[in-house]
């Protein structure tokens, strides 16, 4: 918007020095024929000039139009921000807000509810419940509770002097502290329960994680002799990718025990197979052995004796056997036809 303002000031100085120009050149040449033309052009100055102050006063009306859209946009921005700030006000509210920054961080890693975390499952003790429990390869757990201390730090924030910064910067770290020690005297890390050795507290915001780190070192350092790990969402998307690589990886070998064991079983099943497999051809060879027999050395054995009384039959001019038709293999072996059942 200032620069065309800045445009169009220059282009109404240019169309004024114009004018002043030609308004000389008037004065100076007495002619009536250079009048006229001289009279043309500083007609059409003026209508130039007239555009340009024309250009101008729409150009202010954008402007007021603008401001008044900002401004009613400026209006609505600090509403929500001071209902916002209503309503994080309330502990219970922040609370919420914070498991629900957990839960946007559990789906956007892939995990599923029941499947790869619990919320507010009982440990081990009866009384805790922490606000989500991730489950981990071989049953283990992964215990995690989100902690939004923001009413010191928004005084922090918010504070016109340098003594009242410092109160509430020690107020903060002091009440970081108190939600980290929460945790602790709670039942979340416990071996008979499975559970791993640490606990995660959730920090859902992340310039106050960063305060956290670069101002209450020491809290930090307790927090992790106690077993509890402090985590922003972007280092729980960390963390949790970890154990998503640790979940697919487990996946993967328990996939790959199970193939074995099938495969195990199928070799067992393939070596009797072959076995009996074996043992059927040993008995058709046997057969086949045995059939060979039969239609060679023993029919042969059988066929001497029956040409020998063949030829003394034919020495001794008896007659072949008369033919009843009752040892015809055709009619011998022939079945009767079935009744006609129509």
Not at 83 to 106: C, H, K, P, S, Y
Not at 244 to 273: K, P, V, Y
């Amino acid at each position: 918007m200032t620069a065309a303002l800045i445009v169009v000031g220059i282009v109404a100085l240019l169309s004024i020095g114009l004018a002043v120009f030609l308004m000389f050149r008037l004065l100076k040449q007495g002619s009536s024929s250079q009048d006229t033309a001289l009279g043309h052009q500083v007609g059409e100055i003026r209508q130039g000039m007239d555009r340009v102050n024309q250009a101008i006063q729409n150009l202010n009306v954008d402007r007021a139009k603008q401001s008044e859209r900002l401004e009613t946009m400026l209006t609505s921005l600090n509403s929500s921000s001071s209902a916002l700030r209503n309503i994080l006000a309330n502990t219970q509210v922040r609370g919420q807000w914070g498991e629900r920054m957990a839960e946007d961080v559990f789906r956007l890693i892939g995990f599923v509810e029941s499947v790869n975390y619990t919320k507010q499952t009982t440990v081990a003790d009866g009384r805790s419940r922490p606000d989500f429990t991730i489950l981990m390869p071989d049953n283990k757990k992964l215990n995690m509770d989100a902690k939004f201390p923001l009413t010191n730090y928004m005084k922090y924030v918010e504070a016109e002097s340098e003594q009242e910064a410092e109160e509430y910067s020690r107020a903060f770290i002091r009440d970081v502290r108190d939600r980290a020690r929460e945790v602790v005297g709670r039942d979340y890390i416990n071996p008979d329960d499975n559970t791993l050795d640490y606990v995660l507290v959730f920090i859902p915001n992340e310039s106050m994680f960063h305060y956290i780190q670069q101002h209450g070192a020491e809290v930090v350092a307790e927090a992790l002799r106690n077993r509890v790990v402090l985590c922003s969402p972007i280092s729980l998307f960390a963390i949790l990718s970890i154990i998503r690589h640790a979940l697919d990886n487990f996946a993967i070998a328990q996939a790959s025990d199970e193939i074995l064991l099938e495969l195990a079983s199928f070799d067992r099943q393939w070596d009797r197979f072959t076995k009996q497999m074996d043992l059927v051809g040993k008995r058709f060879e046997l057969a086949q052995s045995g059939f060979e027999s039969l239609a060679g050395t023993r029919r042969r054995a059988l066929e001497r004796p029956l040409t020998r009384i063949e030829a003394i039959r034919k020495q001794r001019g008896i007659p072949d056997a008369i033919e009843d038709g009752s040892d015809e293999p055709d009619q011998a072996l022939s079945l009767p036809e079935p009744a006609d059942e129509g």
